[in-house]
């Protein structure tokens, strides 16, 4: 299906459009990163990148190339713009969330430039909705700096083992302490609550380990309150990468594979916790 | 409440290895307490433990104060939980099951579908035996309670649904459905069938399951019938509807009458303990002799604000103490509070 090309009345191109025959390839990423109400949209020739970010401390970015677009088209070197994620997601799953074989959601988006909203088409069984989504100043967002040379530790675990324990994390404890080491316990995940500490071991020669390349013992603790949203994207996955660089900084890159087989990435990054007391073993 | 004690005895065969602490030589058994939330924690998805995890380590780090869970789990991945414990004395609760004058029992499957038939929020049952070997299940009604407006549910269950049955007929006890219900579940779950021993209102119910690796005691205290024995003891207002012949189906017309009489009907005032006042209950002179002989104490739920009476400590004005004729069947290992 297709809109006509809609040129404004005053002439002025789009600086964004773009056509999803799915919304939900979209909806389904932009779902593994809404813990705070308002987003960050960058999109480039490359694709469209959304970014959330919490307490200074935490960044989720959800990456959905233009080649998972039907249409991809950005007029300026690069569109960036502030946006209620609620809203949009809200918007976009406008006709419900259930994902019954054969029916999805077209989308055709929208975007004249710097200060005009967002505008969404949605088309579901010849019924239309346009959303026209305000959008903000563009905030300055957190640089991790995390690059492959400044990597230390790097695992690349299936997401299947990994699933159930985020599921299960003692939320009674502050902090999740990431071990990573070339002895053991290799990689392990640990809490300290109410009823006592919890440790999940995975070892090396896991049939789940896909890659280990650990060169030094660390062990970081992070705060799990900030992690926890972290567990849809792993929901969604089909493996996770586990990244720390020497200052414990956190990179967690979860790829994953939409209705049509195509990849996408989502990946979080988050700052070790401060306050560190004696971990205990 | 301290009106029930529930304990489970795992033989050392029930485990696959078992290495018990070499005690040292004068010092007491290792007994501890952790927080059932906390170790139910680690077991929390039954159908997950099944699917990923192998086997279970349970270890005891006394220095460290620990209890220490571990899950063996598919894919070689290793789930370690700490948990911490308290040192405690023993909790024990003392019991005879060969005093009790009645006993029966039943394959778990045969009460549980009896049970089910009383709602989940029902407090207490009673059950009764009757002529010709029957057994009856009934929901206990307050005695503030209008019998006019009060649903009563009564079922009989034939001798013959019972692996064995030796009870003095007549007899009646009283007892929370609740925590009955648990083991309930248990014993159907594990195909273990269950032995109910019980003896005169007010004396506590022991349930029982027997396996050679597993050995599970659950002890009530019952509610306790204070005007004098000789009564056919009664435990509720509404009076003891005939129980119905073995010719059941040509007798349920005259049986469903009977019972439509009777509820039209007050009953008899209840003899159950008045429940109101927190005032130690009058010490039945017939139980006293027996009493100081086995150190049992009748335990007596009282009224739904306050139950205390099985592990003595009943609440008086002045506060917690034993009133004079009852002895504690369990010290509480917390200490009076």
Not at chain 2, 204 to 216: A, G, K, M, R, S
Request: with cysteine; proline share 7%.
């Amino acid at each position: 299906m297709s809109f006509p090309a809609q040129p404004p009345a005053s002439g002025e191109p789009y600086v964004l459009t773009a056509s999803l025959d799915n919304a939900r390839h979209l909806s389904s990423l932009l779902r593994a990163v809404h813990f705070q109400d308002h987003a960050t949209c960058f999109a480039t020739a490359s694709g469209l990148r959304v970014t959330v970010e919490d307490a200074k401390c935490i960044q989720a970015n959800a990456f959905i190339q233009a080649e998972i677009f039907q249409e991809f088209a950005v007029q300026e070197e690069s569109v960036i713009f502030r946006i209620n994620l609620s809203v949009l997601l809200d918007c976009l799953t406008i006709f419900g969330t259930s994902s019954l074989p054969g029916t999805s959601t077209a989308l055709r988006m929208c975007y004249r430039g710097y200060g005009y909203p967002l505008m969404l088409f949605l088309e579901e069984g010849g019924v239309v909705t346009v959303c026209k989504i305000n959008t903000q100043e563009p905030e300055e967002l957190l640089d991790f700096d995390f690059c492959s040379t400044k990597v230390v530790n790097k695992i690349i675990l299936q997401s299947e083992g990994l699933r159930e324990a985020f599921a299960e994390l003692d939320m009674t404890s502050e902090v999740l302490q990431i071990t990573m080491s070339p002895d053991k316990p290799y990689f392990r995940l640990s809490t300290f609550g109410n009823a006592g500490s919890a440790h999940l071991d995975y070892p090396r020669d896991s049939d789940l380990m896909e890659a280990f390349h650990c060169n030094q013992t660390q062990t970081n603790r992070y705060k799990i309150s900030l992690l926890k949203p972290s567990t849809k994207a792993l929901a969604l996955s089909c493996k996770v990468s586990i990244r720390t660089d020497a200052e414990g900084f956190l990179s967690l890159q979860y790829m994953i594979r939409n209705e049509d087989g195509q990849i996408c990435f989502v990946e979080y990054y988050c700052c070790p916790d401060e306050n560190i007391t004696e971990a205990e073993l | 409440s301290r009106s029930a004690f529930a304990s489970f005895l795992f033989a050392p065969l029930f485990f696959q290895l078992y290495e018990p602490r070499v005690p040292t030589p004068g010092t007491e058994r290792f007994r501890c307490k952790v927080h059932m939330k906390s170790f139910l924690g680690v077991f929390r998805s039954l159908p997950s433990l099944e699917k990923s995890v192998g086997k279970c380590l349970i270890l005891l780090k006394p220095r460290a104060s620990r209890l220490v869970l571990q899950l063996h789990c598919k894919y070689g991945v290793t789930k370690t939980h700490n948990l911490a414990f308290q040192e405690c004395e023993e909790l024990q609760a003392v019991f005879d099951t060969q005093r009790c004058s009645s006993h029966l029992c039943a394959p778990a499957r045969v009460l549980a579908e009896a049970v089910v038939h009383f709602p989940l929020t029902l407090a207490e049952v009673t059950l009764g035996t009757g002529p010709g070997g029957k057994i009856s299940l009934r929901n206990y009604v307050e005695d503030e309670a209008e019998p006019s407006k009060t649903m009563v549910t009564e079922l009989w269950l034939a001798e013959d649904e019972f692996q064995s049955v030796a009870v003095s007929p007549g007899s009646r006890i009283t007892f929370c459905l609740k925590e009955f219900r648990g083991l309930l579940t248990f014993a159907e779950a594990s195909n273990l069938p269950l032995t109910i021993h019980f003896d005169e209102p007010g004396r506590p119910v022991v349930f029982t399951l027997d396996d050679t690796v597993l050995e599970v005691h659950l002890v009530l205290a019952t509610l306790s019938n204070l005007e004098s024995d000789s009564q056919p003891p009664l435990t509720n207002g509404v009076s003891h509807l005939p129980a119905p012949s073995d010719d059941f189906p040509d007798d349920l017309e005259s049986y469903m009458v009977a019972l439509e009489t009777s509820t039209s009907e007050g009953g008899p005032p209840s003899p159950t303990f008045p429940l109101r006042t927190p005032q130690p209950p009058p010490s039945d002179p017939e139980e006293e002799d027996e009493e100081d002989e086995e150190g049992a104490v009748p335990g007596t739920p009282p009224h739904k604000k306050f139950r205390s009476l099985f592990f003595g400590s009943v609440l008086t004005p002045g506060g917690p103490g034993l009133a004079p004729t009852q002895e504690v069947l369990a010290e509480d290992s917390d200490g009076e509070c």
